[in-house]
């Protein structure tokens, strides 16, 4: 009878815990991208790789989509309950593979892969909950943010200018990937240190491509107090225009050009599941 008491008590455990790990993967939403703004040529979009159609603003494209811009093409898509705006720029190919969301009381858990086999991207994302992930994979590496603006090509690189950063890169000929962490102001290039991939600080050019794309894209993100996770970066992260800037300072119009030394050793192996921490 004992034994029979604790078998049941066992069986209506394992009930209780599987109701609440099925509780938990239908709580779970697909996310969707929504059209802001085509400011350059145009675009198009298809659910099945074979049938594409002309991308439009208001268009909202759901999770396992591709867009694709032309050679003159320039997309905002803003992944709202992902918590991210993008702008894809010309002849860029880009994915929608994985926009999820798992409301929460204090803590909403997004988990955001896109897919970047050509082309670049700019994007604004907010601040991450700890158990959340906002992801681009290229042919060659997986970037991962933590918050931030950053820039991401299909060859790889990745240049974050606010917040922080990681990559995991496979050099040519590697079998496993190594783990870059990539902090503000900084370049992940896979082309240093013979193509083994290194991390430099950001050359003033490319910080200032990033901050006037990420200026447009400020715009479409919630503003704070909006709800658990609404955030948006601080005014300060548009930057103006630099004309006016006296020589001498960073990135003055009389400044000679800088040497940016690679950081030759990646950094200590991440832990790419948890990136909030």
């Not at 008491?5 to 099925?22: D, I, P, Q, W, Y």
């Not at 938990?24 to 040529?41: D, M, P, Q």
């Not at 290229?138 to 790889?156: A, H, L, Y």
Request: aromatic share 4%; hydrophobic share 35%; proline share 8%.
């Amino acid at each position: 009878m004992k034994q029979c008491a604790r078998l049941l008590s066992g069986l209506v455990a394992f009930g209780a815990t599987a109701v609440v790990v099925s509780s938990l993967t239908v709580a779970a939403e697909s996310g969707s991208a929504k059209v802001r703004a085509i400011s350059a040529g145009g675009a198009q979009f298809s659910a099945d790789g074979a049938t594409w159609n002309t991308v439009q603003v208001g268009d909202v494209l759901a999770e396992g989509m591709v867009i694709k811009t032309d050679e003159n093409g320039v997309v905002d898509l803003d992944l709202s309950q992902n918590g991210s705006v993008v702008r894809m720029a010309p002849g860029t190919t880009l994915k929608l593979t994985t926009l999820q969301v798992v409301p929460g009381a204090g803590e909403e858990i997004t988990t955001t892969e896109l897919g970047l086999p050509e082309g670049k991207i700019h994007a604004v994302v907010r601040k991450l909950t700890a158990s959340s992930k906002w992801e681009v994979k290229t042919p060659v590496s997986t970037c991962g943010v933590r918050g931030t603006e950053i820039t991401v090509t299909s060859r790889g690189t990745f240049v974050v200018s606010r917040g922080s950063g990681y990559v995991r890169y496979t050099a040519p000929g590697a079998t496993t990937p190594t783990n870059f962490n990539v902090p503000s102001g900084y370049t992940f290039d896979p082309a240093l240190n013979n193509n083994k991939g290194g991390v430099v600080e950001t050359l003033p050019s490319v910080k200032l491509e990033l901050e006037e794309n990420a200026s447009g894209l400020t715009r479409y993100l919630p503003v704070p107090g909006a709800g658990a996770q609404g955030w948006a970066p601080s005014p300060a992260w548009s930057v103006p225009g630099r004309e006016g800037v006296p020589p001498g300072q960073k990135g003055g119009s009389g400044d000679p050009p800088q040497e940016m030394v690679p950081i030759t050793q990646p950094s200590t192996p991440i832990a790419p599941t948890s990136p909030g921490k």
